[in-house]
């Protein structure tokens, strides 16, 4: 599938709230999601990733929520800090695409003091 | 970690000229590096798989005469833009796959090249 982003969304949250980012993926054949996290001017940078044998994933500060049934990927942040500022991606890959990433449209989160 | 690079960082050059960007795994062999296209306010758009000996598979609706990628060895990938107009202006981001890390292979990204045509 493609993603075509027209514009970003967009997500202020006070500094020490959880942030929660939505992403919905469009191939039912993904078996695994990653997030990005986007700075201005800088490439993405790996979050975390699930497969699509789990419904769940935590790291640090940061866990990922699957739901193949609706094809559904959620990013919660918690303690939101404002280092986390930037624009965050989903993606999706399946095992027949030579593990090609399709990017979901992105949200910017806005960390405010 | 796995680092890739890429040069130069940002590039400004006249329409009708041609830019090259390099994409090198610094501390890795990949066989295989992506090339994605980004414009302002928006999502990653892939370009081309380049694989490391071959010629790279493009997207549909990516000139392959005006994006020529070359992958002639395993730590560098080149994408040159072909008599550039302004409306190439973009952030142009590589990455590169970690081989042996299975069948979820993850891909590392490079910082990315800005590209400005007059």
């Known amino acids: 599938g493609e993603s075509v982003g027209l514009h970003l969304p967009t997500l202020s949250v006070q500094e020490g709230d959880n942030s929660i980012i939505n992403c919905a993926y469009s191939?039912?054949?993904?078996?695994?999601f990653i997030w990005y996290k986007q700075e201005s001017g800088k490439g993405p940078q790996f979050i975390i990733d699930?497969?699509?044998?789990?419904d769940k994933r935590q790291g640090q500060r940061v866990t990922v929520l699957l739901n193949k049934t609706v094809k559904h990927l959620s990013l919660q942040i918690a303690a939101t800090q404002p280092g986390d500022s930037a624009v965050y991606f989903c993606?999706?890959?399946?095992?027949?695409?030579?593990?090609?990433?399709?990017f979901g449209s992105g949200t910017q989160l806005t960390v405010l003091p | 970690g796995a680092v890739v690079s890429q040069h130069p960082s940002w590039v400004i050059c006249k329409s009708g000229t041609s830019v090259k960007i390099e994409c090198r795994s610094l501390?890795?062999?990949?066989?295989?590096m992506f090339w994605y296209r980004q414009f302002p306010k928006q999502s990653l758009m892939l370009m081309a798989t380049?694989?490391?000996?071959?010629?790279?598979?493009?997207e549909q609706g990516v000139e392959k005469d005006k994006f020529l990628i070359n992958h002639a060895s395993l730590t560098l990938s080149t994408l040159t833009v072909t008599s550039a107009h302004p409306e190439d202006s973009s952030f142009y981001i590589c990455?590169?796959?970690?081989?042996?890390?299975?069948?979820?292979?993850?891909?590392?990204f490079g910082p990315g090249t800005r590209l400005t045509v007059l």
């Open positions: 191939n039912s054949a993904s078996d695994y």
């Open positions: 380049s694989n490391e000996g071959s010629k790279a598979t493009y």
């Open positions: 990455s590169a796959i970690l081989p042996g890390t299975g069948a979820y292979n993850e891909q590392f």
């Open positions: 699930i497969r699509s044998n789990m």
């Open positions: 501390d890795f062999q990949a066989t295989t």
């Open positions: 993606a999706e890959t399946f095992r027949g695409s030579a593990r090609q990433l399709t």
